[in-house]
């Protein structure tokens, strides 16, 4: 919670791309692979890795699909940090709830997880922040939603699927969210939805299927 989504926000905040970001953090499947091998002693096949560098090749051609001027734009190390740290916060965290922690009550153990992230992110906030808050519409819903539907309902279907799975097929379905942003941002906004996003989003899925097969 505080080290990857405060990450992704200060990294976005302080200049880097969004879609250089999501980059960095879409690294996390292969990442955790390449870990849980070693410190949980599960397997990769070979589809499955497979799978996984398909799915990272899907999720590179969206974002390119999506790209801006910005990722012309310069940006330093303050920048690539922050969102560096959110990548290693994720899968650490992942495959620290998998080997010592993978069944808990979703309830108590929010409660657990925000006031652990609590006492990282306030003193952060403090120092750093102005602390001035405008009331506005979009603030209020972006609020709402990053507290019900990222904190509350993604944050436990993330920990049910860690009970119930392997850290390689769960952490691969991070793959279909540029795939899926990108399929809303069309809907809802009208932006262009090209043949390489396309063949992005195909690519994405079938690296999904071969990495959660067995």
């Known amino acids: 919670q505080a080290a990857y989504l405060n990450g992704v926000f200060l990294a976005i905040q302080q200049g880097l791309p969004a879609a250089l970001t999501s980059l960095i ?3 996390q499947p ?6 849980a091998g070693l410190l949980l002693g599960e397997r990769v096949s070979r589809p499955q890795w497979l799978g996984l560098m398909l ?9 390119l699909n999506s790209r801006s001027p910005e990722l012309g734009t310069s940006w330093g190390l303050t920048a690539l940090l ?4 959110a990548l290693i916060g994720i899968t650490l965290g992942t ?11 979703l309830r108590s153990g929010a409660v657990i997880q925000f ?3 609590l006492l990282v992110t306030w003193p952060l906030a403090a120092a ?3 602390r001035a808050i405008d009331w506005q519409a979009p603030f209020i819903f972006a609020l709402l939603w990053l507290v019900l539907m990222l904190s509350l309902a993604a944050i436990s279907l993330l920990n049910l699927m860690i009970q119930r799975g392997s850290t390689v097929s769960v952490t691969s379905l991070f793959y279909l ?8 941002a069309w809907g809802l906004f009208g932006e262009r939805l090209g043949a390489l996003a396309i063949v992005g989003m195909t690519v994405a899925g079938i690296g999904v299927w071969l990495a959660r097969s067995r």
């Not at 292969?30 to 870990?35: H, K, N």
């Not at 799915?55 to 051609?61: D, E, K, R, S």
């Open 25 to 27: 953090v879409g690294l």
């Open 30 to 35: 292969i990442l955790t692979a390449l870990a």
């Open 55 to 63: 799915g990272f090749a899907g999720v590179l051609l969206v974002v």
């Open 82 to 85: 922050p969102a560096v740290i």
């Open 95 to 105: 495959l620290y709830q998998k080997r010592f922690c993978p069944r808990f009550d």
């Open 115 to 117: 006031a652990a992230s």
């Open 128 to 130: 750093f922040e102005p």
């Open 177 to 184: 969210t540029p795939a899926v942003t990108a399929v809303l």
